[in-house]
């Protein structure tokens, strides 16, 4: 919209400028009006022509500014160590903080594939391949203090893949609060990394 003004204003203001030379065009003889007159129009449209090539450069250079302030980054998630898993953690943490200090804007998500799904329900998910073990369950409570903060106060987006749960019939009331479903973990990965977000995942 405010480049769409800014159009307007400067092709008002070439307008008006040749408008009252193209009044003065109508004192002149006759035998001079006519060449005249087609000199006038020839410049108005020149001009016009600048200040839209202008406004759509400025335009151009706005977005690419606006877009190169956004970080994007996706952290993927399909294993099912709990300290990697915490590892992760601590790795998003230090970026949006990094992020936060900066006065950098971000876009931080992390997309639950296969054993991923450990991370984002309470449930103990017995009876599937993602079952619930020792090492899950020291540090299930940790874990998901710190994920639900990440979500909750730092705006980190969570997204499980929607495959993954239906599989093993999780109904999705079981899902932690604020996490998203997508139709495919793999297919959103790829999505996203079209759209320019960097990839990370944690070895």
Request: one cysteine or more; hydrophobic letters at 45%; charged letters at 25%.
């Amino acid at each position: 919209m405010k480049m769409v003004l800014l159009l307007c204003v400067l092709v008002l203001m070439f307008l008006e400028k040749d408008w009252n030379e193209l009044n003065i065009c109508y004192i002149l003889s006759s035998c001079k009006r006519s060449n005249f007159l087609e000199n006038i129009m020839k410049n108005m449209f020149k001009q016009l022509l600048m200040a839209i090539l202008l406004v759509a450069s400025f335009g151009g250079s706005v977005a690419m500014a606006e877009e190169d302030e956004l970080s994007k980054v996706v952290y993927h998630a399909d294993f099912a160590d709990p300290r990697r898993f915490s590892a992760m953690l601590t790795s998003i943490n230090n970026m949006v903080t990094y992020y936060q200090n900066e006065m950098i804007e971000y876009d931080v998500r992390i997309v639950f594939v296969a054993h991923g799904i450990r991370f984002v329900t309470s449930d103990k998910l017995e009876e599937t391949p993602f079952a619930e073990d020792k090492a899950m369950a020291e540090r299930r409570e940790s874990n998901t203090g710190r994920l639900l903060t990440l979500n909750s106060v730092q705006e980190v987006k969570l997204e499980l893949c929607d495959i993954t749960r239906s599989g093993i019939g999780l109904d999705e009331s079981k899902l932690l609060e604020g996490v998203e479903s997508v139709p495919s973990g793999v297919v959103r990965i790829a999505e996203l990394q079209s759209q320019g977000f960097a990839y990370i995942k944690i070895e």
